[in-house]
């Protein structure tokens, strides 16, 4: 089993609709969680932190469940700069920083 | 925000050649930078830890002969990819943390596509 495991996508989306992204994590003692988005040929860039308490950041929204190891982000409204492949990544405790990523999911958004 | 560069940003060259990768962090100093590589339609595999001083940490089934890891000072680290063969094609992407906040605020350069031909 993946470590971190994403919804395969891709995902295509009109305009300005709500889609939502799913994830699961394998390693119950993983301290930090963040969302990535990385565009075609780019280096990833850190969307949003995921808190515990859930959190917001304009249009989008990240959940963490840690007794269900479940991890999403909710785009609201996207737009078609919101085209990319979104990464969820995991931060075990112990082992020194190192970062875990999800396969990814692409999203396109359509006009 | 912090910026972390890469040299080169696309590099090809020929079986059994090495490729020097060079990783920078510009406005900050990094004890830790990690080495990852990315196949097509697949995600960041980590490759190696790399700590300031120190020899590297690599993952299982990556060879520490083969990728060899400098991290001479506290803003750069270098991978070589040693004797390339067309399978090492890929795209490799370094990240950096900054002091005190290992496994927070990681940056990463723009990463490097190496073709092996």
């Known amino acids: 089993r993946k470590e971190v495991e994403q919804d395969p996508g891709p995902f295509n989306v009109p305009e300005g609709a709500t889609v939502a992204f799913n994830c699961t994590y394998s390693?119950?003692?993983?301290?930090?969680f963040f969302w990535y988005r990385q565009d075609c040929r780019k280096e990833p860039k850190l969307l949003m932190s995921?808190?515990?308490s859930g959190n917001e950041d304009g249009r989008f929204t990240a959940q963490l469940n840690r007794a269900s190891q479940y991890i999403s982000l909710l785009i609201r409204d996207s737009k078609l700069s919101d085209s990319a492949t979104y990464l969820c990544v995991v931060v075990p405790w112990n082992q020194g920083g190192k970062l875990i990523f999800g396969q990814g999911t692409e999203l396109s958004v359509k006009p | 925000g912090a910026v972390v560069s890469q040299h080169p940003s696309r590099v090809i060259c020929k079986s059994g050649t090495s490729v020097k990768i060079e990783c920078r962090s510009l406005d900050f100093q990094a004890t830790t930078m990690f080495w990852y590589r990315q196949f097509p339609k697949q995600s960041l595999m980590l490759m190696a830890t790399s700590n300031e001083g120190s020899k590297a940490t690599y993952e299982q089934g990556v060879e520490k002969d083969k990728f060899l890891i400098n991290h001479a000072s506290l803003t750069l680290s270098t991978l070589t990819v040693t004797s390339a063969h067309p399978e090492d094609s890929s795209f490799y992407i370094c990240?950096?943390?900054?002091?005190?906040?290992?496994?927070?605020?990681?940056?990463f350069g723009p990463g490097t596509r190496l073709t092996v031909t």
């Open positions: 990240s950096a943390a900054l002091v005190g906040q290992v496994g927070y605020e990681q940056y």
């Open positions: 995921v808190y515990s």
């Open positions: 390693n119950s003692a993983s301290q930090s």
